[in-house]
Each structure stands twice: as structure tokens, then as C-alpha cells.
């Protein structure tokens, strides 16, 4: 009897068609926990350099019996003579004077000697901030610095950041704190933050001197690095909302040179045509790429992801050091714990 033989091995192709269906459903839905694990990591890292920031403040705090300006004279400056008055620069953003409690001494030693390093400190970036790059000083937090509105107005109650180029002798003592640094937020993420060593503050002529003139007009604005807190309700920046538009028009937005003019008539003028310096100001919010809030830091050290739909009340009081002082429309808000959250 003759034996049939055996049909040969392998797959027909509706047979592998339907592998490859199977497997490419497989990868659907595998793809979006793969990129939801790595934003979980990367909003680890992120959240875990506002707390290394937060920790170097208190470090300062320590060393210096008050918190670091919003912007500042260096304290321990060092100006190369053989450089030119305006080749050296006698400030610094609270980024920068924070370094040696990040152990960056090397890279504070260039600013205080009057040489920007524009040095990458990986500790000032975001992971989830894709648009800027790894180098240079490329920054992704800002600072708490209260109410928005001119330097002269700037009070301790409101905010724990001050200018201290406008006003030398503000500061944010320890006895200051009256709703308490667990309490009270000093840092946050934001898109929208320039590089940490940049001053971006419209009293400042093209020739890096202060227009003292102008620290009591109502176009006094600082947009970075720096978040501030409204009265609102129509001007309220939330967190991760829409930056003010410049305008349909774009051929009337204002340059940033005109912004730095010395002629303060020109200046004025520039920002009364359109409001390009407002528009920034407004960008001056809380904002990330991490889908449902963003990560901000206490002054205690501890840092948290808070949601972006918090009632504004409630984050006002939070950025408050001492709310019942302050200039808050609504100084009476009891913030329990974690109810932000």
C-alpha cells in the first residue's frame, strides 16, 4: 500500500495576515503604556529637580538669612577690570545664585567675575520639555515672585521672590513665612521660561542699566524666569491655559529691542501700540507638557504634581506666604492639606 505524502510545512497567507493583524493590534495597544511609562519617568525626573532647586534654596536661605532675589546684585562680586563696563553683568536671576547650592561653584565663579558662562545644567531642564535644547542655558522653572504688577508695589506677603535690583533691601525673611513653608509655592515648570541666566524685566535700558523712572509705570513687568498670581477674574492666567494672543495683527507686535530702548517716551509708546510686553508678562504661569497639571515645588523642599484645574483661590492662597496680609481679594482661605492635590 502506497503511503500519501505529508503536506509541506508553513504558514498559507490569509494565515500570515492574520499574525500580522494580531501582532499590529498588539503593538496599538502596547505603544500608548511604552509612552505613558516614559512620561511617567520623565515627570519623575522633572519633579525631582524642583525639589533639588527647592532644597538649594533652603541651603541659601541658611547661608544668607533670606531668600535669593527674584533678580540681584551678586553678593560676593568679582568684576574683571579688564573687561569693558558693559561687557560684565552686576546681576544675576535667582537661577543663577542658587549654583553654589547646586555645587556648581565653578560655573557661579563666571557670572560673579562679570563672564556669563551659558553653561547646561541638566537640573534646570525638564525632561518633558522638547522644544529647548540641551545645551546652553536652557531653563524650564520659575519662580514664585507674588503679585503681578511694577517693582515698586512688590510686598513680602504677596510673594517670595522680590526684585531686589528695583528694591536692594527687600527681602524674604524667615519670619516672614506666616502660612508656613510647607505651605507657601516657590517653584514651577513653564514652557514659556528663558534662559536661567536672563533677566527679562522692561526696566532695563538697551544698555543694561535700570530706568529708575520707570519702576512706577504700570508697563514695569517682569515675564522670566518668574510666575505670578492675579486678582483677577479677567486677566487670571491658569495653569496650562492659552498665553494671551499678541494680536491678529502681527505686524503690530513690538520688538524686544524697542522693549530695551532708552528712550523711555519710545518704550512706553511701543508697549501702548501693542501689548507685546503684556503678552509675555501673561505667559509668566505654570504650564508643562505633563497631560493634567504640572509639577511644582513648597519651600519646605517637598514637591507634588498639581492639577491644572485647582480652584484659582485656593493656588492664589498657596503662592501667599502670608495670605491674611496680602493683597489677595479673598485673604481668608483656610488651605487644608492636600485638598489640591
Known sequence: MSRKSAPPGGFTLVELLVVIAIIGVLIAMLLPAVQQAREAARRSSCLNNLRQIALATTEFEGRMNRLPGLYDRYPDQRLDDSLGELDQEPYGTWAVLLLPDLERHQIYDHYVEGRPANAFIATYLCPSDDFKPRTGASNSYVANAGRSGP??????????????????????????????????????????????????????????????????????????????????????????????????????????????????????????????????????????NHPGGVNMAFCSGRSLFLRENIDYNVFRALMTPNDRQSDSPYPDIIVEDQPYL
Open 151 to 288: 517693582a515698586s508695589q512688590q510686598r513680602v506677603a504677596n510673594g517670595p521672590f522680590l526684585n531686589r535690583i528695583a528694591s536692594p533691601r527687600a527681602a524674604m525673611l524667615d519670619g516672614h513665612w506666616r502660612d508656613g513653608r510647607e505651605y507657601t509655592l516657590v517653584y514651577s515648570e513653564s514652557n514659556e521660561a528663558r534662559d536661567y541666566d536672563q533677566i527679562e524685566w522692561t526696566a532695563f535700558t538697551s544698555d543694561g542699566l535700570v530706568d529708575q523712572e520707570f519702576l512706577d509705570d504700570a508697563q514695569d513687568l517682569a515675564w522670566s524666569p518668574v510666575f505670578y498670581w492675579r486678582s483677577g477674574p479677567e486677566d487670571v492666567d491658569y495653569i496650562n491655559g492659552p498665553p494671551a494672543p499678541c494680536t491678529e495683527d502681527l505686524s503690530r507686535c513690538v520688538a524686544p529691542a524697542l522693549v530695551g530702548s532708552e528712550d523711555r517716551a519710545l518704550r512706553r509708546a511701543a508697549m501702548e501700540v501693542n501689548p507685546w510686553v503684556t503678552m509675555m508678562n501673561r505667559r509668566a504661569r505654570p504650564s508643562g
